[in-house]
């Protein structure tokens, strides 16, 4: 049951997320118990055009290293000129390590 209800919860954000998105690209957020990793994702052209993942980046807590991700990803966007994303934050619920890493970029200049 739990898995059902997560998938429909993947289906119903990246439905809102396409919507959404016009010509901005995404940034996609995928957790695992250890680790997180967040990447920006042009889909018009199937490119990732910066990622950041806390196997990178550590900083005390899974919190605090999810929003260090979150810095080095929108430093890395930044460099390669990306501004605005649209947040896919997929089957995870915005709260917690998804949501610092999401603050963090916002921190860092990305606009969402």
């Known amino acids: ?3 059902q209800t997560s998938i429909r919860r993947k289906l119903r954000a990246r439905r809102k997320v ?11 957020v995928f957790r695992s118990s250890k680790h997180i990793y967040a990447q920006i994702i042009d889909d018009k052209n199937g490119t990732t055009l910066a990622a ?14 999810a929003a260090a991700v979150g810095k080095a990803l929108a430093e890395a ?4 000129g ?3 994303v649209v947040f896919d ?3 995870y619920k915005y709260h917690g390590r998804v949501k610092a890493l999401a603050d ?6 990305l606009d969402f």
């Open 1 to 3: 049951m739990a898995a």
């Open 18 to 28: 396409r919507i959404a998105a016009g010509e901005r690209p995404r940034l996609s």
């Open 52 to 65: 950041a993942s806390s196997a990178v980046v550590k900083a005390g807590n899974k919190t605090d290293t």
């Open 77 to 80: 966007a930044s460099a390669k």
């Open 82 to 84: 990306v501004k605005q």
């Open 89 to 91: 934050r997929g089957q």
């Open 104 to 109: 963090a970029a916002r921190e860092g200049g």
